[in-house]
């Protein structure tokens, strides 16, 4: 069994089993989380007899670096390999020295289709374990090996978060237990494309991460067509979702909104969407479409994206055009696709 991942408590029931204090565990967290130890033995304040139990029951396993693909923007693509075969893709991509991001995936594929975007081609593969969606970061950390070496984490990659719910919470909690990784809480931003019970369930979680919805439309009859999910739970049930989400003082939700031309990169969109968030703190991000090999969308003509913002921003919402990174090596929102599988995906 991987140690990543596993919960405080889950350590402290085996050390009660084997006749150990429960406050073992913390010790143990902190040799793996803030010591960066790869190894039971390395241990040394723990006794060789605990250590040897430790190495019988449990590894500590990262996924495995397969390759690092940099673009000139400076950003890193990593693929990874997982348990079990399967291959997942995560991107660092340094702003300034300040800020360092890195996007995470959290499934192999994504069963949802969204029709603009790469992964969703790909089907559900399988679900990730809460230790390959930590261990992306751990890893990355250790093989750029500066302490300070990412300073925002996204759960962007592929995947659909909270289509993998109990992992992506487990992950999500010893990312930002102060016992685990101690990562700010103000810092993570968890996206998703809106599945509406699930996102009610997370925000019951308490743990005040940054939210991030894809939304995408501002009308049914066009997300159904570029995100299906919208049959499932249309705009206004995601609306109301979002108003009644606990957010805490001061916090917005970033709104997601991949333009795509002419399919909803009007000004009666920009209107439309305006209405939409008129009654929640937000932030919207415009995504100019990365086009990706067999896409049918285009992005929009940059004057017609600067009218869209324009209108949005004397509206007086926060609106800013997401600059996309890792364009040069299929690392940009929505073109993560994990280029070698090691089968065929099907989905
Ligand atoms: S945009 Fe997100 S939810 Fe939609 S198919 Fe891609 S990875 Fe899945």
């Not at 990659?157 to 909690?173: C, I, S």
């Not at 939700?253 to 920009?270: H, M, P």
């Not at 055009?321 to 890792?326: E, Q, T």
Request: some cysteine; hydrophobic content about 35%; aromatic content about 8%.
């Amino acid at each position: 069994m991987n140690i990543i991942g596993i919960s405080e408590d889950t350590l402290k029931e085996h050390l009660i089993a084997w006749g150990e204090p429960a406050y073992r565990a913390r010790q143990v967290f902190n040799w793996i989380y803030q010591q960066g130890c790869r190894d039971f033995p390395q241990m040394t304040n723990i006794s060789k007899s605990l250590r040897q139990k430790l190495e019988d029951t449990f590894v500590i396993q990262l996924p495995a670096i397969k390759s690092r693909t940099r673009s000139r923007d400076g950003s890193i693509k990593y693929l990874f390999e997982v348990k079990g075969g399967a291959q997942i893709e995560s991107i660092w991509m340094p702003d300034s020295d300040r800020r360092k991001t890195l996007c995470i995936s959290s499934q192999v594929g994504c069963r949802l289709a969204c029709s603009f975007c790469l992964t969703g081609t790909l089907g559900l593969r399988d679900q990730l374990q809460a230790g390959d969606i930590l261990g992306q970061y751990m890893a990355v950390l250790d093989d750029l090996g500066e302490e300070n070496a990412v300073t925002n984490i996204v759960m962007m990659g592929m995947g659909e978060p909270l289509d993998n719910y109990q992992p992506v919470v487990d992950a999500v909690r010893l990312l930002i237990s102060p016992d685990a990784l101690r990562f700010p809480t103000r810092k993570v931003t968890l996206s998703t494309s809106g599945l509406v019970d699930r996102l009610a369930d997370f925000g019951r979680e308490g743990l005040q991460v940054n939210l991030a919805v894809s939304l995408n439309a501002t009308e049914d009859g066009t997300r159904d067509v570029i995100m299906p999910i919208n049959k499932k739970y249309p705009i206004d049930s995601l609306i109301r979702c979002l108003k009644n989400y606990p957010l805490k003082k001061g916090r917005r939700i970033t709104i997601e909104y991949v333009l795509l031309q002419g399919i909803n990169d009007s000004l009666e969109d920009a209107r439309r969407l305006a209405k939409l968030l008129s009654g929640f703190p937000s932030k919207i991000n415009l995504i100019p479409f990365n086009p990706h090999p067999g896409s049918p969308y285009k992005p929009p003509a940059d004057k017609q994206v600067l009218e869209f913002q324009n209108y949005l921003a004397a509206k007086y919402f926060s609106v800013f055009v997401r600059r996309n990174r890792g364009t040069d090596i299929l690392g940009a929102c929505g073109q993560l696709a994990a280029e070698s599988f090691p089968q065929p995906i099907s989905g």
